[in-house]
């Protein structure tokens, strides 16, 4: 992902990069060993100010409604300018305003920062169609392999 296609921020980098290698491989979603899990992601997140009619967002009250705008405005920046028609990076196919919103509210919603707060964000099919609790049950981490551990948090309770 060039950097001038970034959402701005370290976060807005990692959020972008993440976003548009998931929009990848949805592009080649019969060749991938990942199209199960891309199958089970919403078709649409209608609760995402990206996604709102003008009335909604004009609705919307300030910090979030300048934070939307930003972030809205970043979007179309991406979809208009640097994605702007058929991208090799998606198999030919041009990626429009609704798909990056799309991939962006996906990462925003599913992504887990299991290697520290400050780093970059995986998405863990597994642990998404786990991720249902208001109260967290489970611990999630990285290891230096990079494989991911999941403790119940019912062991963990028996730890401390």
Known sequence: VPPKAWLP???????????????????QDNVLALAPYLRTL???FPGSPVFFAAAEFD????????????????????????LAGPQPAFSGCSVDLNAVGWAL???????????????????LPVMDLANHALEPNVRVSAEPDGTVTVMPAALLADDV
Not at 59 to 82: E, F, I, T, W
């Open 59 to 82: 609705a919307l009250q300030m910090p979030l409604a300048s934070v939307a705008k930003q972030r809205c405005a970043a979007l179309h920046h991406l979809a208009s300018g640097p």
């Open 105 to 123: 509210a996906c990462v925003s919603s599913r992504a887990f920062r299991v290697h520290g707060a400050g780093l970059a964000p995986s998405l």
């Open 9 to 27: 921020g370290e976060q807005g980098k990692q959020a972008t990069c993440l976003a548009m290698a998931l929009l990848a491989h949805r592009a």
């Open 42 to 44: 919403p078709a649409s």
